[in-house]
């Protein structure tokens, strides 16, 4: 029982801790592709997706995604011949 209270606790701290400028997933995964073109271009995709940027910070998943797609690209795979 008490597992589960600190586990609730840690939820509560972390839902309050969100930035209000977060999109939140379904938008943050619908436009990864985007923020990674930034990044790829030399851009800084914080200042012009402050919300994407806030959401990534925060969303462990999400992260991994980006992480994931970034390196996909960095790699040169999907780019055509």
Do not use: K
Not at 3 to 30: I, K
Not at 42 to 57: C, K, S, W
Not at 64 to 75: F, I, K, M, Q, T
């Amino acid at each position: 029982m008490a597992d589960t209270n600190h586990e609730q606790n840690d939820a509560l701290v972390r839902f309050l801790a969100t930035d209000p400028a977060d999109v939140g997933c379904d938008e943050a995964l619908r436009l990864l592709h985007v923020y990674v073109d930034l990044l790829q271009a030399g851009e800084d995709p914080e200042i012009r997706m402050p919300g994407l940027a806030a959401h990534f910070r925060a969303c462990g998943p999400c992260a991994e995604d980006l992480d994931g797609l970034l390196a996909s690209a960095r790699a040169g795979f999907g780019e055509p011949e």
